[in-house]
């Protein structure tokens, strides 16, 4: 009788340490799974520009290419070389795509959580980067703010759509047109200008989203003309192109290199009208300043020309996407 019950608790102990042994093994495993996890997920991107001027190892961030933030990030120093007192240079930026298939990424750059400004970087079709726009201070496209009231106005709203399995999409079609895609089953989608709320027609952007084409799965080396220096923005006064009309029936002013603007009377209203394809630009619009960009040796320039700005959103865009589809006109000829 002894001898079984001392066989029983040499069993139960062997059991025991077996357990603990297949325990231990497992939590091995466990650990080991979890550590290789943690490995196999890429750190966060640097954000703050005082970061890559120590380090330039940007992380990989699956909402923009390590090109588009290295791209983004220079641009945002350059931007501080006129706007030091706005802390571009150590602001932290935040990218979301805008797509499908156009190659865009919205960068928002806030200091101490304050919006002080925005950029849209796209993609050409050969795959070098531009900056398409880019905007100062507090507002921005694609402003929750905006796009709510913007679906009051459709007797809709962002906790309905969610309840109903709707979906918003952020879009932007080269050249301007930054907007919302508001989708709803069962229902057809709606398009909403994202710089201004208006609500856009239907037929005019799917024809527009027909036209693009799809653009190349990458994108090349960012650092091409990174080593821009800024002028300070010259400011004129914003105005309702809306509330005077004679600039439609004057002839368009010839304003395709700096010293025409500079040369311009300080005093006229100018608006910038893209006459049938001003759908794609939200115009027409007031103009309310011009900001000039060159390289070291003043051998490259580029003008951005700011429009906008009295019932949207101002928006500094090239004088040469604005020459390509439209044309600038005197409120006061």
Not at 139 to 166: I, K, N, V
Not at 273 to 292: C, F, T
Request: include cysteine; aromatic fraction near 8%; proline fraction near 5%.
């Amino acid at each position: 009788m002894e001898r079984n019950a001392t066989q029983w608790i040499l069993l139960r102990r062997i059991a025991t340490i077996t357990l603990a042994m297949l325990s231990c093994a497992a939590l091995s495993t466990f650990w080991s799974i979890a550590s290789a996890e943690d490995r196999s997920v890429p750190p966060l991107p640097l954000t703050s520009l005082t970061d890559l001027e120590e380090s330039t190892a940007l992380q990989h961030d699956k909402f923009a290419p390590l090109a588009v933030q290295e791209f983004a990030h220079q641009h945002a120093i350059s931007l501080s070389s006129a706007h030091g007192e706005s802390n571009w240079k150590k602001a932290e930026l935040s990218f979301t795509p805008l797509g499908p298939g156009t190659h865009s990424w919205l960068v928002q750059a806030a200091f101490e959580d304050k919006l002080i400004g925005y950029m849209i970087i796209s993609a050409t079709d050969q795959g070098e980067l531009m900056l398409s726009e880019y905007g100062l201070g507090e507002h921005s496209p694609y402003d929750r703010e905006l796009l709510s009231h913007a679906l009051e106005r459709q007797h809709l709203g962002l906790t309905m759509l969610q309840a109903d399995g709707g979906e918003i999409q952020l879009r932007y079609a080269l050249p301007l047109l930054a907007y919302w895609k508001v989708e709803r089953p069962n229902h057809q989608a709606l398009y909403i200008d994202a710089t201004n709320g208006d609500l856009l027609p239907s037929a005019t952007v799917k024809q527009i989203e027909t036209a693009i084409k799809p653009k190349i799965s990458s994108v090349t080396d960012a650092s091409v003309n990174s080593s821009w220096l800024v002028d300070s923005v010259q400011r004129r006064p914003t105005f309702n192109p809306m509330n005077n009309l004679l600039w439609i029936t004057s002839k368009p002013v010839k304003l395709t290199r700096v010293q025409d603007w500079t040369q311009l009377h300080k005093e006229s209203g100018i608006v910038y009208s893209a006459n049938d394809r001003n759908v794609s630009y939200g115009g027409p619009l007031p103009i309310g300043g011009y900001q000039l960009w060159h390289n070291s040796t003043k051998v490259q320039s580029i003008l951005y020309i700011a429009i906008g700005g009295h019932n949207s959103t101002q928006r500094f865009v090239p004088l040469d996407t604005l020459l390509k589809d439209g044309q600038f006109y005197v409120t006061n000829p």
